[in-house]
């Protein structure tokens, strides 16, 4: 095992695989996974992942292959992670909810191996699909179904539950633990564009993952919610974590409110994590408060911009951390502590993490700009886009975010915006995210997305796309008002739309791209 240095842990290798052997002989009969009527100690997860490796061996999965996970939170993503790093293999975790040419895409494009998939969920016959990808995708040799019982399968299709059986007496040979191997394959959400491949290293995630468990301090007798989703970068990182100090995860397969206050009460979860829209919605539940959830200590909210008030209402019931990161940096860049200052840690998302170097491409008078980030979390690189990768990062090896920035002298950030999202109105740069927080303390505005509509004279002008408040009666003219004493006139809105709901991406980002189509098609139809 290679000897590292990870402020805050007791890490003696930053490979999943030694990692997780640290973890069980810490704690072998201690709770790991626990998920519906399922509670797996470490020791269990262990030699189930040692025999899916070994079953994996025997159809011939090796060292450099790469396996794709398409399920739910459910422990055999976990288990696949784990086999996949004692056998070499890079894990490609996809989102099932993809459309059939979505998954198509993802499975060709990082040249897959295997599959591990669910037979059905939410209506879907995965199989079915199966049967037609395997034909179109000969690079895949294998897939293993999960889930199902009394199925009959074809030539290159087996059930877990028979796998596990086959490589019940078997063993790997053991891979070479490079911690710059890639861990996993992770595929951007693609809300500005086509997704993209990141590559990620052993070192990038469990040195990501150490270092953030060390700032939020996270402990072996901590009970942790999955409910983000493990095929994001946020839940890989969650699952890290987890492992790095010991930790039980309570997986919960879809989100909903009611279920995760369920069972987080019955669990004694002490870690609560989500992206905003999932806070809002636990809000909302009479379960999530002290009383009922009275283990909660604290968690992340992060995955998009977090409102001032959401925090401090959180925080009522669970002393959250904000973090920032993107999937190209293994998350975490960012993070606000428990000791920051009360302003600072409601309105900034902290510094960076230890290790981390942090720049502002051409930066100007105290105005937001480009940040980049430079660091062990940061990406090898994009699979098989050798240009897109040059282009993100800069001649010295920062990575670009493309998020707009500022950073004060004491190194706290605060996110602007994204800057592919700025709005040219007349010549003038408009940042979203500026005009959201002012129509976002409105009482009558629930949530909103400011985005620009192209315009002949204007070359785009600014929608805001709001979903109201529960009862309230939204006028267009009183939010534009609303908006114009607080802010200068090119900022001001020149449309107001209202939904019921925001499209909105897996790790719980508003589609951009998607609304903003939305509008167009509307306005042009009225015209």
Not at 12 to 37: K, M, N, Q, W
Not at 257 to 269: D, F, Q, T
Request: with cysteine; glycine share 10%.
């Amino acid at each position: 095992m290679s000897l590292v240095s990870v402020e805050g842990s007791s890490l003696t290798s930053l490979h999943l695989a030694d990692v997780f052997a640290d973890a069980v002989a810490l704690g072998a009969e201690r709770p790991f996974l626990i998920a519906g009527g399922r509670r797996l100690t470490y020791a269990q997860v262990d030699r189930e992942a040692q025999v899916f490796a070994a079953a994996l061996s025997d159809l011939g999965i090796a060292a450099g292959d790469r396996i794709a996970t398409v399920l739910p939170n459910r422990p055999e993503a976990v288990t696949a992670l784990l086999a996949a790093a004692r056998l070499g293999a890079t894990l490609v975790p996809v989102n099932p909810a993809l459309a059939y040419h979505e998954l198509s895409f993802q499975l060709r494009h990082a040249g897959v191996s295997a599959v591990v998939a669910i037979e059905s969920w939410q209506d879907r016959d995965y199989l079915e699909w199966f049967d037609e990808l395997v034909a179109e995708i000969p690079e895949i040799r294998h897939v293993i179904a999960v889930g199902g019982e009394d199925v009959w399968y074809e030539d290159r299709v087996v059930g877990y539950a028979d796998l596990l059986a086959r490589g019940a007496h078997g063993h790997v040979k053991g891979a070479a633990r490079d911690p710059e191997s890639l861990i996993a394959l992770l595929y951007t959400s693609g809300t500005l564009g086509k997704p993209k491949g990141v590559c990620l290293s052993h070192r990038s995630v469990m040195g990501n993952a150490a270092r953030t468990a060390a700032a939020l301090g996270v402990r072996q007798d901590d009970v942790s919610l999955l409910a983000v989703p493990h095929f994001t970068i946020f839940g890989t990182s969650l699952i890290a974590g987890a492992i790095t100090a010991g930790a039980s995860l309570v997986l919960v397969e879809t989100f909903s409110a009611a279920e995760a206050v369920a069972r987080m009460a019955e669990e004694g979860v002490t870690l609560c994590h989500g992206v905003p829209t999932m806070f809002a919605l636990l809000l909302r539940e009479r379960g999530f408060s002290r009383e009922r959830l009275g283990r909660l200590r604290t968690g992340i909210v992060a995955g998009s911009p977090v409102e001032a008030g959401l925090v401090r209402a959180v925080r009522a019931v669970c002393e959250v951390e904000i973090a920032y990161g993107l999937t190209e940096t293994g998350p975490t860049v960012t993070m606000t502590r428990a000791a920051d200052p009360a302003e600072l840690r409601e309105t900034t998302v902290g510094r960076a993490l230890p290790g981390v170097e942090l720049r502002l491409l051409e930066p100007g008078d105290g105005a937001a700009a480009e940040l980049a980030v430079k660091g062990p979390g940061v990406m090898a690189g994009y699979d098989r886009m050798p240009s897109e990768t040059r282009r993100a990062f800069t001649e010295d090896g920062f990575f670009r975010t493309g998020d707009l920035a500022t950073v004060d002298a004491d190194g706290y950030v605060r996110i602007a915006g994204r800057r592919k999202e700025s709005i040219i109105r007349g010549g003038f740069n408009v940042h979203p995210r500026e005009v959201e927080e002012v129509l976002r303390a409105h009482p009558a505005v629930e949530d909103v997305c400011v985005v620009g509509v192209p315009h002949e004279v204007l070359g785009e002008m600014i929608c805001a796309c709001i979903v109201p408040t529960e009862g309230a009666i939204v006028r267009s003219g009183d939010l534009i008002a609303y908006a114009r004493e607080a802010m200068a006139d090119y900022k001001v809105p020149d449309l107001v739309c209202r939904f019921d709901a925001f499209p909105l991406s897996a790790s719980g980002k508003v589609k951009r791209r998607e609304l903003a189509r939305m509008v167009a098609e509307e306005l042009t139809a009225s015209t």
